[in-house]
Structures are given as C-alpha cells and as structure tokens.
C-alpha cells in the first residue's frame, strides 16, 4: 500500500513538473516578455534567469523522483517543485509594493474564467503538489 502512494503521488509530482519545465519558457520566449520591446534588456535578462532557473528546479526535482522510487526522493521532488510556484505567489500578493501586474499594456490577458490563466495554472499545480504531499504523509502514519 505504501509503494502505491509513493508511485501515485510522484505522478501527481510529475506533472507540474514538467509543466514547469517546459511550459513557461515556450510561452515566454516572445515579444510578450523575453524580447518585449518594451522592457529594459535587464529586465529581460531577469525574465531569461527566473525562466531558465525554474526549469532547471523542475528537471532535478524529475530527476531526483525519477531515480529510484523512496519516499525522501518524492518529497524533495515536491518541494523543489513547490518552490517556484511559491515564488509566483509571492511575486502576485506583493506585486501592489513595486507596480507589478499580471500582463503589460502590449501583452497578452489570458483568462481563465475570471482568474488570469498564470494564477489559475499555478493554482492547479499547487494543488496537485498539496494532494501528493498528502499521499506522502500518510505512508508514514
């Protein structure tokens, strides 16, 4: 019963994973953010960093669940994983301090239903984390 939930909830962990690693840095690369001819070149080599960093975070947390399956890898794969979407919410609660904003004037406003299609995303994928991580606790109760 326990290998069973580790394997599920390393699926479950897989998914934003990648996701992660690919998604963002396919929508990016564009003239929405990477080479907005609006932005300064130093905050497109920020958007070039956070990109490629978050990717980075992603295929080590794949690498690390993927190896061998133990519960102590599934759960560093979970937080590795967290990790960058926690820093999104960080940035989208804070971003009233420095003038941030979901899209730019010459960006893209993507939606889903009434929420911007970034937050409703990383919702998704917290939650998926949130249902692996509670798999991953039970095994050892």
């Known amino acids: 019963m326990n290998e069973k939930r580790i394997k599920l909830a390393r699926l479950l962990v897989?998914?934003?994973a990648l996701f992660l690693a690919v998604v963002p840095?396919?929508?990016?690369?564009?003239?929405?953010?990477?080479t907005n001819p609006l932005w300064t070149g130093?905050?497109?080599l920020h958007t070039v960093w956070?990109?490629?960093?978050?990717?980075i975070i992603a295929v080590l947390a794949l690498?690390?669940?993927?190896?061998e399956l133990k519960i102590a890898s599934v759960r560093a794969g979970a937080v590795l994983t967290a990790a960058p979407l926690v820093g999104f919410f960080v940035a989208a609660a804070t971003r009233s301090l420095y003038g941030g904003a979901f899209t730019d004037p010459n960006g893209v406003a993507q939606r889903v239903g009434f929420l911007d299609a970034n937050l409703a995303m990383f919702s998704l994928w917290a939650?998926?984390?949130?249902?692996?991580?509670?798999?991953l606790w039970k095994v050892d109760r």
Not at 50 to 55: I, R, V
């Open 14 to 16: 897989t998914a934003p």
């Open 25 to 34: 840095p396919l929508v990016d690369f564009n003239s929405t953010h990477v």
């Open 42 to 44: 130093h905050a497109r």
């Open 127 to 135: 939650l998926v984390i949130l249902a692996a991580v509670g798999l």
């Open 63 to 67: 690498g690390l669940m993927w190896r």
């Open 50 to 55: 956070l990109l490629s960093t978050n990717s």
